[in-house]
């Protein structure tokens, strides 16, 4: 029998070559199941914002495995996001000014965007492993409440994905979303959710 390391091998490589064909994936996060594809493919993301009922004029966050990472999309890092990324005890979402290289649909109308460093080892491991940034949008209908275990995900939701990852699905532990916080181009910053 498989042992946990050997599932999430197995579910990563295989949630890989969806994202790759530009595939939508549902998937366990640092936060709430998620909504996943590659964040530099416009139709894909597109797909997503069909799949959730939502404008896209509301801008989708994406993950990424580390603050190396982050530097590839955005122009500039203030020196505030690394302390606040490390500091922090609970998953934050950091909207940066100036995203690049992402999906334009992505993008919010101000050109920023909303990145986390996840530490959650699925979420972490597929994007190390995928080499580019993944949507993380809550598995949910625009508007409804985000499903905070797999139980509560949708019928509707993972019958319109590419594939569900196994990885995780067992796990009934309420997550909760991440806190998020807007920076400026000064250094300034804002908490918008906590």
């Known amino acids: 029998m498989a042992n946990n390391d050997e599932i999430l091998i197995a579910e990563v490589k295989k949630a890989v070559e969806i994202l790759r064909k530009g595939g939508i994936i549902l998937y366990p996060t640092d936060t709430v199941w998620g ?54 005890e609970k998953p934050m979402t950091i909207i940066y000014p100036d995203a690049k290289g992402l999906a334009p649909n992505l993008i919010a109308s101000d050109g920023s965007i909303g990145i986390r460093v996840t530490a959650e080892k699925f979420s972490k491991y597929l994007c190390g492993a995928f080499g580019k940034p993944i949507v993380s949008t809550s598995a949910n209908i625009s508007g409804e409440p985000a499903a905070a275990c797999f139980s509560e995900i949708s019928e509707q939701i993972k019958g319109a994905v590419d594939y569900i990852v196994g990885y995780g699905q067992d796990n009934t532990e309420k997550k909760q979303p ?14 918008l959710r906590k």
Do not use: W
Request: aromatic share 6%; proline share 1%; glycine share 2%.
């Open 35 to 88: 909504i996943g594809c590659d964040a530099t493919n416009s139709d894909s993301v597109a797909k997503i914002y069909a799949i959730k009922h939502r404008e896209d004029s509301k801008s989708m966050l994406v993950l990424c495995d580390s603050m190396a990472k982050v530097s590839l999309y955005v122009n500039q890092i203030p020196d505030i996001a690394y302390d606040l990324t490390e500091l922090s």
């Open 178 to 191: 991440s806190s998020i916080i807007k920076l400026e181009k000064n250094g300034t910053f804002a908490l």
